[in-house]
């Protein structure tokens, strides 16, 4: 699926319930088709579809270690959605606050869960890279491929912001390449 899924295929997606359990099972851990059926208990037939549909869906993937749920789709659309209004949420760096003293700065960049631009300002960057440093958790590694799906979510200019977040210290890899994570950036308490 080249495009992300709108929050109304998400709903619809979700509100079955042998596809809503297959979902759980991978939240809590499950990655073969073995493991969801022994977690969901249902059969593996329907085990099997279910997750059929979720990919085609946009929301679960097949990577090296198995099966995923596409947890950065679902912050993704929850960010969008926020950020039209629909729902409010208390993290102040997703949605700044006109009294949070990054707010203004935030809000000149972000519009619809999205860089308009990346700021040439240093601090403003900083600011900016915080926030998108919420998209990835901590003890997480992320591979190139998934760290660009991320990132070309924020600006089409996603090896900018790639390279930003490794030279401020937001993401680290180890020289030779290989996965990336966290580093840096706030923590939500």
């Given at each position: 699926?080249?495009?992300?899924?709108?929050?109304?295929?998400?709903?619809?997606?979700?509100?079955?319930?042998?596809?809503?359990?297959?979902?759980?099972?991978?939240?809590?851990?499950?990655?073969?088709?073995?493991?969801?059926?022994?977690?969901?208990?249902?059969?593996?037939?329907?085990?099997?579809?279910?997750?059929?549909?979720?990919?085609?869906?946009?929301?679960?993937?097949?990577?090296?270690?198995?099966?995923?749920?596409?947890?950065?789709?679902?912050?993704?659309?929850?960010?969008?959605?926020?950020?039209?209004?629909?729902?409010?949420?208390?993290?102040?760096?997703?949605a700044p606050s006109?009294?949070?003293?990054?707010?203004?700065?935030?809000?000149?960049?972000?519009?619809?869960?999205?860089?308009?631009?990346?700021p040439s300002s240093?601090?403003?960057?900083?600011q900016v890279l915080?926030?998108?440093?919420?998209?990835?958790?901590?003890?997480?590694?992320?591979?190139?491929?998934?760290?660009?799906?991320?990132?070309?979510?924020?600006?089409?200019?996603?090896?900018?912001?790639?390279?930003?977040?490794?030279?401020?210290?937001?993401?680290?890899?180890?020289?030779?390449?290989?996965?990336?994570?966290?580093?840096?950036?706030?923590?939500?308490?």
């Amino acid at each position: 699926m080249d495009e992300w899924p709108t929050a109304e295929r998400v709903a619809a997606l979700l509100a079955d319930g042998d596809r809503l359990r297959v979902v759980a099972a991978l939240v809590l851990g499950a990655a073969t088709i073995a493991e969801l059926t022994e977690a969901t208990a249902l059969p593996a037939g329907r085990v099997t579809g279910a997750v059929a549909r979720l990919m085609d869906g946009g929301l679960v993937e097949r990577d090296r270690h198995g099966l995923r749920l596409k947890e950065e789709v679902l912050r993704s659309l929850a960010r969008t959605t926020r950020d039209h209004g629909e729902h409010e949420d208390e993290h102040e760096l997703e949605a700044p606050s006109p009294n949070s003293p990054h707010g203004a700065a935030l809000r000149a960049f972000v519009k619809d869960g999205r860089l308009v631009s990346i700021p040439s300002s240093h601090s403003k960057r900083l600011q900016v890279l915080d926030l998108i440093a919420q998209d990835f958790d901590i003890g997480v590694r992320y591979s190139e491929a998934r760290v660009t799906e991320m990132l070309i979510r924020w600006h089409r200019d996603y090896a900018a912001l790639r390279r930003y977040l490794v030279e401020d210290g937001f993401l680290e890899r180890k020289d030779g390449g290989g996965p990336y994570w966290r580093s840096g950036g706030s923590v939500e308490l």
